[in-house]
């Protein structure tokens, strides 16, 4: 797969003491995509104007065939782990051209 994430932004370790075994790692990085997806709203087709006299439109994402070059988006996930190692003290996380570490 050609699409990769680039940058590290930001990273965030986020514990609840109501479960102390359980952790969060919150990280915020620019993707590099070579395929352009974007949402679109889709009408419905009617055969017959409906009853009601509501409109219906599909809310989708939508592809395209077409490569594109130098499209960056910023993205965000967040991983859930639990019972980590007794050992760990942080976590580092690795993009194609940098890395950042967050300790716990």
């Given amino acids: 797969m050609s699409d990769k ?3 590290v932004r930001d990273i965030q370790i986020v514990k ?3 479960e102390p075994d359980l952790m969060a790692i919150k990280a915020k990085g620019v993707a ?3 395929k ?3 949402p679109v709203l889709v009408p419905r087709e009617y055969q017959e104007i409906p009853d009601d006299g509501i409109y219906e439109l599909d809310f989708r994402l939508d592809t395209t065939d077409k490569e594109y070059t130098d499209v ?3 993205v965000d996930v967040v ?3 639990k019972n980590l190692p007794a050992w760990v003290k942080g976590v580092k996380i690795n993009a194609s051209e940098n890395s950042d570490i ?3």
């Fill in 16 to 18: 609840n003491d109501a």
């Fill in 36 to 38: 352009l997806i974007a």
């Fill in 32 to 34: 590099e995509i070579r």
């Fill in 72 to 74: 960056e988006l910023e």
């Fill in 102 to 104: 967050e300790l716990i």
């Fill in 79 to 81: 991983f859930r782990i």
């Fill in 5 to 7: 994430i680039r940058y």
